[in-house]
């Protein structure tokens, strides 16, 4: 084992059991579940997921998947005012998710934007529930000092690149000085604190953009104090896998998926060979912080994961619906963390418990027992996370 993931692990024992408990849950208990051919789950979800803000609303990205929530709609778009759960209602998921010791993870492009984000994260600290927040930094700042003091336990930031890439990204020069600050200001409230978390990570999605950038990045990242950083290969999808996913979803459930549109990303300005000679330059480094790539493949697959609108290194089978829940910011909750197209209920009304093993969520999982897969899924992130 690495002698930086050794260190990282000693700093955070929570977060190292927490590991520990996931790897167990995920392969020797809910895979049992699935092989059986079980659509009604006997064990509550291990994770709920809560995305804290519509992809149109905060900080605009490049595309719809983790570390980066969706392409800004066109400005002649009409904007509706966004809904958000009730904080009862969410205090009510807040209980639920505390009695059956579920982990909790925020996610969003500006999970603070929430209208009650305040208040929600001072609950979490009140119910002991681990938890995780995914975002880019852009309000970081304003938060920091309340993310350490209600003992989050992992924060998962985006990072672009240099500020040379955010500038060719956004073409918004604070951008970066955000980001930045936001960081620098939360890394110093844990220090001063002298507090145990949270662990400070760094996700970088690998774009045309930014790929001949990676080693800057991994530079970038060690001096502003992040503890790990994950390199995500771009889940990308062509318009015949996205109409194929959604005919599948119009013959299935007679519901439209259109969600894949967000993933119309071209990748085609990314030279394989470049980005392979990066990515091994990258791994034979000896860095002071843990560094990874998502998802994890061999060097002879990268090639095929981009070229290969249909490659998802032989894994042919969906497990999330028996792991995780997926909750917008509205209540609804939702088949897919990546494409959120059918809904399996409401947080408004009902409990986790009781839409976990409802009739939506049954027949979402009988279908995926006997197709394995939708044709979307080989570009999602659930695929190869369980």
Not at 34 to 41: E, K, R
Request: neutral net charge; hydrophobic residues 40%; charged residues 25%.
């Amino acid at each position: 084992m690495d002698i930086s993931v050794i260190k990282l692990m000693s700093r955070h024992p929570v977060w190292m059991r927490q590991q520990i408990k996931d790897y167990f849950e995920r392969w020797l208990l809910l895979k049992w579940y699935y092989w059986v051919g079980q659509a009604q789950c006997g064990v509550p979800p291990r994770l709920v997921s809560v995305r804290m803000n519509p992809p149109d609303v905060g900080v605009p990205c490049i595309i719809g998947q983790f570390g980066s929530f969706g392409i800004p709609p066109s400005k002649d778009a009409k904007k509706e005012a966004p809904r958000y759960l009730p904080l009862p209602r969410f205090k009510v998921l807040l209980d639920e998710v505390a009695a059956i010791k579920a982990r909790l993870r925020l996610w969003g492009s500006d999970p603070f934007i929430h209208p009650d984000f305040s208040s929600i994260i001072e609950y979490i600290k009140e119910k002991s529930i681990y938890c995780a927040i995914h975002l880019r930094a852009s309000s970081l700042s304003k938060y920091a000092e309340a993310v350490v003091d209600a003992g989050i336990d992992e924060m998962t930031v985006s990072i672009d690149g240099p500020a040379s890439v955010y500038r060719t990204i956004d073409h918004r020069s604070d951008h970066f000085l955000r980001f930045e600050q936001g960081v620098r200001e939360l890394i110093t409230a844990i220090r001063r604190k002298k507090a145990k978390g949270p662990l400070v990570r760094g996700n970088v999605l690998i774009m045309a953009e930014n790929y001949h950038y990676l080693g800057d990045v991994l530079t970038l990242a060690q001096d502003m104090g992040f503890e790990a950083l994950t390199f995500t290969y771009t889940f990308s999808m062509t318009e015949q896998m996205g109409l194929s996913h959604h005919h599948a979803f119009l013959d299935t459930f007679n519901c439209p998926a259109q969600s894949w549109e967000r993933y119309r990303i071209d990748t085609s300005g990314i030279e394989i060979s470049a980005l392979l000679r990066e990515v091994m330059r990258l791994k034979s480094r000896s860095n002071r912080i843990p560094v990874d790539f998502f998802p994890a493949l061999k060097p002879w697959q990268i090639g095929d994961f981009y070229k290969s609108p249909g490659f998802s290194c032989g894994l042919d089978r969906c497990r999330v619906p028996w792991f995780m829940m997926n909750v917008l910011e509205d209540g609804s909750v939702v088949s897919c963390v990546d494409y959120p197209d059918y809904t399996l209920g409401d947080l408004n009304d009902d409990t986790i418990s009781a839409i976990w093993n409802n009739e939506e969520m049954r027949h979402f999982r009988t279908e995926l027992i006997k197709l394995g897969k939708f044709p979307a899924c080989a570009k999602c992130s659930g695929l190869y996370n369980v």
